[in-house]
């Protein structure tokens, strides 16, 4: 049995695999090739699992193959989407792949010296495919009766609303070509990805049969939901992107930091690269100590320096300690803004902060923070109040420009996890 596919199997990685898979993967090193789709300018957590996937690859021994689908990303794949996407350029397409390699890269080792992991467009091939030549040499392989019967053909078909149309309806054949094409180029003869995609796998080995007499396979992972059943790789505010700019390394750790108890060993498996025995420790961990949150720790720090680096996790931590009193000197006034995002906020003019400032009790009540200034008195004199997360100690303490970071915020927490972000207006 294929060490790859073991490890594969107790992560809980494994959902099927055509018949054979195991046994050629055992025999000797294989390149195996998963495709991404470039319709946004970053991937999202939801693209973790199948990258993982090909992490496990290149440690068991193979080579990795990351097909970034600059082709067939002008026409969208219609697998669990209710509606057809809308339709990119070429010049999108072309940066979003671009980006997409970058983020690979934290993953993938594209210098190593016996199995280093290979990059490819399918718009290097299909970008010159001729209509007539494509339908008589690739098309006719391709029943639509059986392409008809795929769910998520039915599923489109049965909507009056949105249908299929012949674009969506053709990204099989296209797929299929993509594994034909790194069947002669690169030797590949597996494809992985999410269980969505068997149907489009298996038409690639068949076709690889029909047309070169070849043997291929094909290896699934399951898709990824929540303890509740959801979707996994949203939160509230959307997706949870791999790209710094569009989910900072902060939003990042507190998506993982977040994880329910019943799913934290689950995800362990699945998007770490902890051992079976460091996850067994973490699952004891959280059935005797679950306020700990050790094992949520284990996974947010892990995930968050494989995306972000030593430093993006630094500052996500610091970021996080924040949250419960930490030192506030370090951060930015932009990761300041973005940890306290969702807290209840107001604004002071910087001409109120001149000077000598405001008293701390005018300060609190104007704010909002104290209901009155009798309230923030007895709120001061009782320590429950800090600036900036340093206590303050009486009620002549004055506040000024001076307190603000970088000039644009003052935060303010009254008791334990109370907190009020004052924006210093121009």
Known sequence: MSALIEELRWRGLLQDATEGAAEHLAEAPRSAYIGFDPTARSLHVGSLLVIMDLVHMQRHGHTPIALVGGGTGLIGDPSGKETERQLLTKEQVGENAEGIRAQLAHFLDFEAKSNAAVMRNNLDWLGGLALVDFLRDIGKHFSVNQMMARESVKRRLADETSGLSYTEFSYALLQSYDFLELYRREGCTIQMGGSDQWGNITAGTDLIRRVEGGRAFGVVSPLVTNSAGKKFGKSEAGNIWLDAELTSPFQFYQFWINTEDTDTVRYLKYFSLLSQDDIGLLDAATQTEPHLRSAQKALAEDVTR??????????????????????????????????????????????????????????????????????????????????????????????????????????????????HLVAVLP
Do not use: C, W
């Open 306 to 419: 494989r995306v972000h680096g030593e430093t993006g996790l630094a500052k996500a931590v610091q970021a996080t300690g924040a949250l419960f009193g930490g030192d506030l000197s370090g951060l930015s006034a932009d990761d300041v803004a973005d940890v306290f995002s969702d807290v209840p906020s107001s604004e002071v003019t910087r001409e109120k902060l001149g000077g000598e400032g405001m008293s701390i009790v005018d300060f609190l009540s104007e704010s909002g923070v104290a209901s009155s200034k009798g309230d923030a008195r007895r709120a001061v004199e009782g320590g429950g109040v800090y600036l900036n997360n340093v206590r303050v100690e009486g009620i002549e303490r004055r506040v000024t420009m001076a307190d603000a970071l970088e000039g644009r915020f003052l935060v303010i927490r009254k008791g334990k996890r109370s907190y």
